[in-house]
């Protein structure tokens, strides 16, 4: 008796939430497994996730600052995949979106902020969208793999990010930590009374639902689509895939460079040198994650995105109260993405059993 | 001298992890997991040293870990027939937070029993390392086993066809370089620097996979890569020890001359893929993050 896979017909997307609903439930008995063994009582424990994530006002707020980047990115990596293409870069996109809008505040500190800000955030897009665009130009042009330059890339704007921080732009005062110093207070996006959720996230809700519309209802959306599922269709219909791919890339990272944006101009008002671990289960990485969650939907994404950021803060919240290790988000992202990723295979396969005739 | 030899234990480490990227995407598969396999060997490695006082048994048993982690990227891949990209991506993030978690119970418990050396500070793993680069090259030029592999990496169908089975031949070398991945966190943690910290492998698993790329899968190439990125690494931290007027020059910021392998990648995956001939000559898996299914 074996087991094989059969192509399925019918991959719509009530199959692709199913799919991702089943994987996530397996994750979370796998997870419970992992807090029994460690002594925490499962149940008690995922309570405690939840309230601490959505239970009060001060969760909700944490909750909200990490749906940002995560929201962003997602859509960075989702933008792309429609037309076949894989954005690892979020990362280094988001990096080069913090240095863009962080150059602007200090070259213009006399700005007013409805000035000021919105000049940041053009900024912030173009310089992650020109880092996703030369990926996109390689490609388009000489066929470099987009995986390999994307994250590359990550490493020099980290780098990038490092040298800043550490010396052109370097915070005086004999702190120890490099870090640049703080953004004018014109150049601080507002935020929501009562938390600390910053208004980074209207933009990343309204860009979901403008890619959602932009990807189905329009002629370019259209043409993605084709040169993602079917490149050989794409080319005898006439549809340029350098344009294709140079657009994609280059909305993808700007979309990773707004991410940057918000963590400087919402929430850090300075950069600072990163620890060199930039696949530490970041921003730029989770959001392939949350845009696997949503099942590659840009308006799921933004459930996927605030429920992903719970999961963060709640787990943060867990690993205090429950006095379990740091590293117990990451290694519940790891199990969640392991099971979902399995779980495409519900989506596009049916597993039947081998009975004796091949 | 000193200098060299500091350079040289920085590639040893880098040469293991590419090694064993290398013949697994020679077959054809692309495993983004390296990071986390390794950082599973670093601990995996600390904890049996520590356990058993040997520091032998550390490393083989970091390298089954090591072995084990990547079989779960041959499942999904593989058997299951998924993303590697984001499959490996799952595996890095999973290895990260595993050790992070699994690890708090040996972050206090000092330094491990250390890989003997030899002379002043060189441990029989760095010869070992050197090995590998003949060993590899001979392994994938010169022997059956090389040529199925190259074979399954270039055209699995026509493998296939041949009569080989293209899902074992890519088990085997996603296992193995789940072992060398494995080895080179264990080497980290017994050899390298001692000791056992959250995330301690800081980002070398990427620096190999950007190395296998830039090595284009060639074994004398990894040489020559790992002692360029070694040379860099040492250099970085040279850098950062000295006083900030000393190197506020661009060229000597340890951060950006950090950027020059990784854009070197870039620079190399773009001439070779711009070039056909080029390309030819070299002669990489063209199969590479395909998944092979049978098209009867």
Known sequence: MKFFLQKRTDISAANNIRSVLISVALALVAFSFVLLASGADPISAYKDIVMAAFGSVRGLSNTGIKMIPFLLCGLAFLVPRKAGLWNIGGVGQLHMGAVMSAWVAYSFPDLPAPLLIPLMIIAAFIGGGLLGGICGFLKAKWSANEVVTTMMFNYVAILLVNHLSAYPWRRGGGIAYPMTSEIVPAAWMPVIAGTRIHYTVVIGIVAAIIIFYWLRKTKTGYEIRTVGSNPQAAKYSGISSMKIILLTMFIGGGLAGLAGFGEVSGLQHSLRVNDFTPPDARYGFSGLIVAYLAGMNSLVLIISSFLFGGIITGGNTLQIIADLSSGITGLFQGLILIFVIGGQVLLRYKIKLKTGEP | ?296
């Open chain 2, 1 to 296: 001298m000193d200098t060299i030899i500091l350079i040289m234990q920085a590639a040893t480490l880098f040469i293991f992890g590419t090694m064993g990227e290398v013949l697994s995407q020679r077959s054809g598969v692309l495993n983004l997991g390296l990071e986390g396999m390794m950082v599973v060997g670093s601990l995996t490695g600390f904890a049996a040293a520590t356990l058993s006082g040997s520091p032998w048994i550390g490393l083989a048993a970091a390298m089954i870990a090591g072995g084990l982690m990547s079989l779960i990227h041959g499942f999904i891949v593989i058997t299951l027939r998924q993303s590697q990209v984001v499959s490996g991506m799952a595996l890095t993030i999973f290895g990260l937070g595993l050790t992070a978690y699994v690890g708090k119970h040996f972050l206090m418990v000092g330094a491990p029993p250390r890989v003997p050396t030899i002379v002043s500070g060189i441990t029989p793993l760095l010869f070992l390392g050197l090995a590998l680069v003949p060993l590899t090259w001979f392994v994938i030029y010169r022997t059956r086993f090389g040529l199925i592999v190259r074979a399954v990496g270039e055209d699995p169908e026509a493998a296939d066809t041949a009569g080989i089975n293209v899902a074992r031949v890519r088990y085997i070398c996603v296992f193995i370089g789940g072992m060398m991945a494995g080895l080179a966190g264990a080497y980290l943690s017994l050899a390298y620097s001692p000791m056992w910290r959250e995330g301690m492998t800081a980002g070398r698993g990427w620096i190999c996979i950007a190395l296998a790329f830039f090595s284009m899968w060639r074994p004398a190439m990894v040489l020559i890569g790992a002692e360029l990125f070694g040379g860099l690494w040492i250099l970085q931290f040279k850098l950062q020890g000295m006083d900030i007027p000393v190197i506020s020059s661009i060229f000597t910021s340890p951060y950006l001359l950090m950027m020059i392998p990784y854009l070197a990648t870039v620079l190399i995956v773009t001439l070779v893929m711009s070039n056909e001939k080029l390309r030819k000559r070299i002669g990489g898996p063209a199969a590479l993050g395909v998944p092979y299914e049978r098209s009867s």
